[in-house]
């Protein structure tokens, strides 16, 4: 693959001077097409040969393009904050939304080839990482995203020439690094690592482009020219693409329903037994979330449940027991129009918790697999999709120190008629109550479906759906503590 970028390619000012200004005016006006249809984004990976030519290429996109609706960011080394989140998480904040262009200059694979020359990860953690950023742009991909890989390469010799070169002018010397040498030093032993990552990650969906960087005019040119073609394709998607799959959803794999309609909904612990057990978890909780332990791990907690099961209630109860500075509470709505210019999951990720830190979600990534399922606001493939996408996110969360909790809260359709009424004759509580909670009432049955289904296809020996008889408040509170304080006290004895 990289041979073959070593044949000399190179471009004369005329011609140069002929292509140029055509190129810059075709990108200018697709640039602005894209804006306007709102779709992709389109995403250009920079990787490649130090000195190659990587940001002068940046540089002359920009130079081409109008700077509002384009955006290059440079990754250096990880700040204490992204070192204490996922890998990921530095690069999902500041994906570019849809109608945008944007550059990442030394993202993942810069970091990933750097990491295994200085023996940072061995081969195997090499192979993780790999399909780790495979599954990612899959994802990306899958959202819409068009994603432009290129590897600006040099010769080994070419490499050597243009670091001399930049080093005797003083206009470029600052340029010029230790680093820069360092990577020169270890050129032969990096080629093949270089090969073999380009090979392994050279997808449909995102394929590699092998430039060779010698000659500016060569590379500038030819970089511009795929970009070109890669805004012309996204432009013209949603204008070729149905707006719904006739396909009906997917059965489920199991009859799981029993999963729900078999909770024993008529648990209840008496007052007395409540009043003792409160305190005496809650104090368990607090003690576990100041352990020292506890700074190299995070805390998830997720929870979904039927309307009016008493969400909000269990999550005062919990955090009732924790530092105020310690934890966020994310209450999930319908997203906003920034939202949905991103990838579906970009909301969540921003919510992330660093090590050491609480996030509790108020509903959450779940709700594609359930009320966009329910309600069709997405097409079969879409929610089905979202399966393996969830898990591979709480993998991730996990991977970093995470502890996952997850709760579905259920009640009775009875006792979520009764406190509806209920709900509607108490001033303070009227808030609670909407047309959509009625309208959710009356597709029980697939509402349900959805929930066995999730159940069946997200809860994992990493991250376990934890299923809550809600019918009586206080059996419903402590059993979360309890489940929390648990998954603590195994993650912080490892």
């Known amino acids: 693959m990289l041979e073959s970028a070593e044949i000399g390619h190179k471009i004369s000012k005329a011609v140069y001077a002929r292509e140029e200004p055509k190129l810059r005016e075709a990108l200018l006006n697709a640039q602005y097409d894209l804006s306007r249809s709102g779709n992709g984004p389109v995403l250009l990976v920079m990787s490649g040969v130090e000195s190659g030519g990587r940001g002068e290429t940046a540089n002359k996109l920009t130079e081409w393009m109008d700077p509002r609706f384009i955006r290059v960011i440079a990754f250096g080394p990880r ?9 990921m998480w530095r690069y999902w904040r500041v994906l570019p939304p849809r109608g945008r262009v944007g550059i990442f200059m030394n993202a993942w694979y810069n ?7 200085q023996g940072a990860i061995d081969d ?10 495979g599954g990612t742009e899959q994802m990306l991909t899958d959202e819409g995203m068009v994603l432009l890989k290129f590897w600006i390469h040099l010769s080994k010799q070419e490499q050597k020439a243009r670091l001399h070169a930049l ?16 990577a020169f030093r270890l050129y032969s032993k990096s080629h093949q690592l270089w090969e073999r990552v380009l090979r392994e990650t050279s997808t449909g969906v995102a394929p590699w482009y092998v430039v060779e960087g010698a000659d500016e005019r060569y590379r500038n040119l030819t970089v511009g020219k795929i970009l070109l073609g890669a805004i012309s394709n996204a432009i013209s998607v949603k204008a070729t693409a149905p707006k719904r799959s006739p396909t009906p959803p997917a059965p489920s794999v199991i009859d799981n329903i029993k999963l729900i309609r078999d909770l024993d909904l008529t648990k209840k612990l008496p007052e007395k ?3 003792s057990n409160l305190p005496k978890y809650q104090g368990k909780l607090a003690k576990l979330s100041r352990h020292n332990r506890f700074a190299d791990h995070s805390l998830i907690l997720v929870f979904e449940g039927v309307d009016a099961a008493g969400k909000g209630g269990a999550v005062r109860r919990v955090t009732g027991a924790l530092d105020a500075r310690q934890y966020v509470t994310v209450p999930i709505a319908a997203p ?8 579906y999951l970009w909301r969540f990720w921003r919510q992330v918790p660093a090590r050491g830190g609480i996030t509790i979600f108020d509903r959450s990534w779940y709700g594609r697999v359930l009320v966009e399922r329910v309600e069709e606001l997405c097409t079969p493939n879409v929610w089905m999709r979202a399966y393996e996408e969830i898990n591979d996110f ?12 997850k709760f579905w809260l259920q009640i009775s359709k009875a006792e979520q008629l009764r406190r509806f009424k209920a709900r509607e004759k108490t001033s303070f509580k009227t808030f609670k109550i909407t047309p959509d909670d009625w309208r959710n009432r009356k597709k029980w049955d697939a509402y349900e479906e959805a929930v ?13 759906w934890t299923l809550v008889e809600a019918d009586d408040k206080r059996h419903a509170r402590i059993k979360i503590l309890k489940t929390i304080v648990n998954r603590l006290a195994r993650a912080l004895k490892r």
Not at 124 to 133: E, F, G, S
Not at 167 to 182: A, Y
């Open 336 to 343: 906003t129009e920034e939202e949905r210019a991103h990838p």
């Open 394 to 405: 709480e993998e991730r969360l996990v991977q970093n120190g995470a502890i996952v909790v």
């Open 452 to 464: 066995c289904d999730m159940v069946d296809r997200t809860s994992t020996e990493i991250a376990p």
């Open 79 to 87: 700040t204490q904050e992204e070192l204490a989140r996922p890998p």
């Open 167 to 182: 080093e005797s002018d003083p206009r470029t010397k600052w340029q010029v690094t230790r680093d820069d040498w360092r």
């Open 124 to 133: 195997a953690r090499l192979v993780t990482y790999m399909q780790a950023i």
């Open 111 to 117: 970091e990933l080839l750097t990491s295994h020359v």
């Open 273 to 275: 037994a409540y009043e």
